[in-house]
């Protein structure tokens, strides 16, 4: 009941195309979903996160689609550029403050 | 900007033998956590410390496993025997307060155990 669930492992896209990465929970506890974004040799930094008390979150390019009712939220790369390429993470926590991952998308933007 | 600085960056070591991994968390924090990243797999969580003590830890942190604030700045992942299995990039993160959740990490320390 603590896992997330995150698909597909890896994407590639094209320059200037959509990336949608998603994920799904099971524990109703968990109240905050944030993205991270990590590149080779370097630690997890925060995307983006959202909580369940709204639908979507917008910044610049990132834009998370969350849906309550289906345990799943997604992210959305708009125009995506080769400098996006990188392993992204969704991630859950609840008032335990453990963020639990997901297993972690490797996406690829091909120039 | 602020941020989390773990060291040493690599780590080797001979199996059954004693590490410390240190980190520095961001200043005004309260918050510190430990995870750990198996070479292609997901992060998981290991441990997470407030106000000197855990405050939860995951099933993989067992009895060969510690923490210590030993000062106010520095915040360590002691490994008392270490086994094959522990090779794997450790990460440090801390954070300002519960309810903004945010959590900084640094860029980690990658063990390998031989």
Same mark, same amino acid.
């Given at each position: =009941? #603590?896992?997330?669930?995150?698909? %597909?492992?890896? @994407? *590639? ?5 959509? /990336? ?16 991270? =974004? #990590?590149?080779?040799?370097?630690? %997890?930094?925060? @995307? *983006? ?5 709204? /639908? ?56 | ?114």
């Amino acid at each position: =009941q #603590q896992q997330v669930k995150q698909s %597909p492992q890896s @994407l *590639i896209v094209q320059k200037g195309g959509i /990336s949608i990465i998603n994920c799904a929970y099971e524990n109703t506890a968990f109240d905050y979903f944030p993205w991270y =974004q #990590q590149f080779p040799g370097k630690g %997890p930094a925060l @995307l *983006i996160a959202i909580r369940p008390d709204v /639908s979507e979150k917008k910044e610049g390019r990132f834009t998370i689609s969350f849906n309550k009712s289906a345990k799943q939220f997604s992210l959305h790369i708009m125009d995506s550029q080769p400098g996006d390429s990188a392993t992204y993470f969704c991630a859950a926590q609840g008032g335990a403050q453990k963020l639990v991952f997901g297993q972690g998308t490797r996406l690829t933007i091909n120039p | 900007e602020p941020e989390v600085t773990q060291t040493p960056s690599h780590q080797v070591t001979q199996m059954g033998q004693e590490v410390i991994l240190r980190c520095v968390p961001i200043s005004n924090h309260l918050y510190f956590y430990w995870y750990r990243q198996i070479l292609g797999q997901k992060v998981e969580f290991l441990v997470s410390f407030y106000n000197n003590e855990i405050s939860e830890k995951s099933e993989i942190f067992d009895d060969q496993f510690s923490v210590e604030r030993p000062d106010g700045s520095n915040f360590t992942l002691k490994i008392r025997s270490t086994k094959l299995e522990d090779s794997a990039m450790y990460f440090c993160a801390s954070s300002t307060d519960r309810a903004k959740n945010i959590q900084y990490f640094g860029a980690g320390t990658r063990l390998s155990v031989l």
